[in-house]
């Protein structure tokens, strides 16, 4: 598993890590827990990694799991130290000049190296309210960008801070 750009903490190679959203089973998603097996960047094996740069992190997992790039966008960390799941996000909303979000609309979330289609549930003047497709896990007061289906193509058209 390739864990980019690191946000914070460090993991050690025998560190009890938990991976969320995690896999789907029976139409829910739940978190894997594993071992960090190995650690590697820029070609060298690493018995720890800091936050910051791209790093290889070999797992204790079947690769069963991984599969086809199952496990994409999906965040690693400590057990106990990850941000809450979200099925549904209540973002306070900054469009571009151009962008209009309408109700029942559907939008792209991207959110750190997760992407996924929403339906907008709700609207008011700056908030709107997302029922996701695909779960995601970030915490609230992240950033997150906006796109809308144009043409066949996804175009940005703004930026949401995830609420309460």
């Known amino acids: 598993m390739c864990i980019r750009d690191r946000i914070r ?5 025998g560190d009890e890590v938990e991976i969320r959203p995690g896999a789907k089973q029976n139409d829910k998603y739940s978190p894997l827990t594993t071992t960090i097996k190995s ?3 820029g070609g060298e094996q690493l018995k720890r ?3 910051g740069g791209s790093v290889g992190v070999g797992l204790g997992l079947d690769m069963y799991l991984t ?4 496990l994409s966008g999906n965040v690693l960390g400590l057990k106990g130290q990850l941000p809450p799941v979200h099925d549904e996000l209540r973002l306070k909303v900054k469009l571009l000049e151009e962008g209009e979000i309408k109700l029942n609309e559907a939008v792209m979330i991207t959110a750190w190296t997760a992407k996924t289609v929403g339906v907008v549930v709700e609207k008011r003047k700056e908030f709107i309210r997302v029922r996701l497709k695909l779960p995601i896990c970030i915490d609230y007061g992240e950033r997150v960008a906006l796109s809308q289906r144009k043409v066949h193509r996804w175009h940005l058209v703004g930026y949401g801070k995830i609420m309460k």
């Open 67 to 70: 599969r086809a790039d199952r």
């Open 39 to 41: 650690i590697s960047a």
């Open 49 to 51: 990694a800091r936050a």
């Open 9 to 13: 903490g460090e993991h050690k190679v």
